[in-house]
């Protein structure tokens, strides 16, 4: 079976798009990637050894503008360059995002089968154009069904999650300790984990800076931030401000896994990624949906979890140090609500996502 995925832009569609790619390679499935040549998506598909394809794809402009206008002649462009790739696959794999439009346009003209993931509570433009025609759509949010038209055959599967963050319920204890080892957190202390996406947040951050200094006195706290390079300096002024609370500011984590064996708690925007992670590892949250993203689905996604108990919703225009540093100290309070939360965040958590987009995709290419 020969799958084209069209995936990229951001780690967020990246990262589901390489735990579907890994699950179908082990199947057997030959597995290309098609993505935007600047992309995390070309640097993480070489490394783990799946082929590549570059694609012409941008963002299609909301607002009418001079990109707008030529934003369907690139389209048309970058669907004649797929076509070579299409022809060659048994099935096409939009994961969502404007980098899966051109190859999925170009499978559709070419009349092979189309797999479609939404990661989103309200669905992404290019999966709702695509929808009508594709064979089975993959969605990580229940709520995403009334976003989509009437006919798409959708099935809840999950968001695909890598396996070294899937294996963290198994193996919490023994990562732990290497997290303490890696990470420089100190044992016996009870650890918050706090990031914001790849390239960081600031609100996020010079909150948990400012919550950082208010939980001082806190000496069996210690917060880890992965800050984004820009404001790591921030945050470490934090630490050397003299309380027992101890903070750890690193710019990145290539091993996420780490950080979620250690947490306790998480403090994180409302990417559908970030969500599939952290509930995965059956951890409690405050999540922080960002404000700017389209349709506000950052939102949706968190009261998502809210609804199921296994999160609570901070809104960005209430995010202060006060209210944040209250909102950690309040949980870290009761043990039997983070419980509780843990509880339900492993219970809606699909760590089988993969399989079962998987199955999705193998049923279409028949």
Known sequence: MRVVIAAGGTAGHVFPALALARHLRAAGAEVVFAGTAGGPEARVARAEGFGFAAVQARPF?????TGA?????????????????????????GMGGYVSVPPVLAALAARRPVVLHEQNAVAGLANRLFARWARRI????????????????????????REEIVAVRERRADLADEARAALGLEPGRRTVVVFGGSQGARRIDEAAAGAARLLGDRGDLQLLVLTGEAHRGMVEEADGAGGRLRVRALPFLDRMELAYAAA??????????????ITVCGLPAILVPYPYATANHQEANARAVERAGAAVVLRDVE?????????????????????RMAERATAWGKPDAAARVAELVEEAAG
């Open 69 to 93: 206008l030529r934003a369907p002649l690139a389209a048309a462009q970058g669907v004649r360059a797929c076509r070579p790739l299409v022809d060659r696959a048994d099935v096409v794999v």
């Open 264 to 277: 306790d708690l998480v403090v994180a925007r409302a990417g559908a990624s970030s969500i599939a992670e």
């Open 138 to 161: 993959g969605l990580s949010f229940a709520e995403a069904a009334a976003t989509l038209p009437g006919r798409a055959r959708a099935v809840v599967t999950g968001n695909p999650v």
């Open 61 to 65: 402009p909301r607002k009418v503008s």
């Open 319 to 339: 995010l202060t140090p006060r209210v944040l540093g209250t909102r950690i100290a309040a949980l870290l309070e009761d043990p039997a609500t983070l419980a």
